[in-house]
Antibody, heavy 119, light 110 residues
């Protein structure tokens, strides 16, 4: 079964840090781009960051640039999001998602259930 | 204010056809593929349409996508009660170097 499971969310004070993890299974992890997407209950979706299948390129939303860092360990089938200098507006449910291709430009066809971050 | 513009709500009766629009610009919809997502209450988003009009396996052919210039549309035919959900369009934006979403459209099946 294709699956993404996030962990690492929690309650943190403004200015604090958290590291989110996403464990992938059921597909060839190193063959696909990955992203983090967040949502506030009752509101819309916001793409946070993406990374190529080989980790060779990353991109970030302006709202998190310079504070968040995305990374992946293909040997461990895992995706990460290091979140520093957290702000109240970063409070959201964070999902990791798999893209349909090597890059982060395309659709996301597998989503985890998310991990909640409260700042 | 979202980069991609969607109507906040839409409604139709069972069996009808409904269309949801998504308006962008030359730096996103005008030059990139458009994806559509469905978000049912309390669940993670689900990919409905990708690369303009491809459907992942399991998505019924009642769902279809189209694009013209800097606008895109999602059409749902033979509307069913279980289609009541939020729908989001998305595309890569070459100017922002970021993936952008529409604000979402809440579809009500009357």
């Amino acid at each position: 079964e294709v699956q993404l499971v996030e962990s690492g969310g929690g309650v943190v004070r403004p200015g604090g840090s958290l590291r989110l993890s996403c464990a992938a299974s059921g597909f060839t992890f190193d063959g696909y781009g990955m992203s983090w997407v967040r949502q506030v209950p009752g509101k819309g979706l916001e793409w946070v960051s993406g990374i190529y299948s080989n980790g060779g390129s990353t991109s970030y939303a302006d709202s998190v640039k310079g504070r968040f860092t995305i990374s992946r360990d293909n040997a461990k089938n895992s995706l990460y999001l290091q979140m520093n200098s957290l702000r109240a507006e970063d409070t959201a449910l964070y999902h990791c998602a798999k893209h349909t291709d090597y890059y982060y430009y395309y659709g996301m066809d597998v989503w985890g259930q998310g991990t909640t971050v409260t700042v | 204010q979202s980069v991609l513009t969607q109507p906040p709500s839409a409604s139709a009766t069972p069996g009808q056809r409904v269309t949801i629009s998504c308006s962008g610009s030359t730096s996103n919809i005008g030059s990139r593929t458009v994806n559509w997502y469905q978000r049912l209450p309390g669940t993670a988003p689900k990919l409905l349409i990708f690369t303009h009009n491809q459907r992942p396996s399991g998505v019924p052919d009642r769902f279809s996508g189209s694009k013209s210039g800097t606008s895109a549309s999602l059409a749902i035919s033979g509307l069913q009660s279980e289609d009541e959900a939020d729908y989001f369009c998305a595309a890569w934006d070459d100017s922002l170097n970021a993936l952008v979403f529409g604000g979402g459209t809440k579809l009500t099946v009357l």
